[in-house]
């Protein structure tokens, strides 16, 4: 019998030990296969030097600079999150287990979905090249709070800002910045309102 040690949990000769020890494994290349290292080519090297746009960007557009929170008075009532940003309100689990609303809720929601349509009807018109999409924010907020509202976008979830401006290929929930609109560009105003311990909530594309 020639010598065997224990590798891996069972018994090889030590000869072939030593060689699996000595030549380190490489994937897919089978048991003690050789890693071989590549030198690097000159277009490799290249390649790296490139510098490469980060991947979360899929068209033109990029972030700008957020202005200051916008303040809101002390007497409009405000949503279980404008302090602390957390939403104290559980959805229900399952989808089939639907809230029926009271009479008195329905007819809340409507004039929440009313305050709501006014304020988006408002920020689309001032839609042009040369707005910034802060302004409009400024816009939406000034309308809500004239109509005892509060802009429930404002602080949900640490959400800075009391609309949601979605530029070109930002596909939802923009945070209004210094961005300026361009002549060709698309955006959607997303609104909503809470009054009465309800929110009215709709957008549209301009």
Not at 61 to 85: F, H, I, M, N, W
Not at 162 to 180: K, R
Request: charged fraction near 25%; aromatic fraction near 4%.
């Amino acid at each position: 019998g020639a010598e065997a040690a224990v590798v891996a949990g069972g018994a090889v000769p030590r000869a072939v030990a030593s060689r699996a020890r000595a030549a380190p494994l490489a994937l897919g290349k089978g048991f003690g296969a050789a890693a071989k290292k590549k030198a690097p080519s000159a277009s490799s090297n290249a390649k790296k030097r490139e510098p490469a746009l980060p991947r979360h960007y899929t068209g033109s557009q990029r972030k700008g600079t957020l202005s200051p929170r916008r303040p809101v008075p002390e007497t409009v009532v405000c949503p279980d999150y404008a302090v602390d940003g957390q939403p104290k309100y559980m959805r229900p689990i399952l989808p089939w287990d639907i809230e029926t609303k009271s009479a008195e809720q329905i007819a809340l929601m409507r004039e929440a979905c009313a305050i709501a349509r006014e304020v988006l009807d408002i920020a689309g018109a001032a839609v042009a090249p040369g707005l910034t999409t802060d302004e409009i924010d400024a816009i939406v907020h000034a309308e809500t709070l004239k109509r005892g509202a509060y802009p429930s976008p404002l602080n949900y979830c640490g959400f800075p800002k009391s609309v949601c401006t979605s530029v070109n290929e930002v596909v939802c929930h923009g945070m209004p910045d210094d961005t300026v609109l361009r002549d060709g560009d698309i955006v959607n105003i997303d609104v909503t309102c809470y009054i009465g311990g309800v929110h009215g909530d709709l957008s549209e594309t301009f």
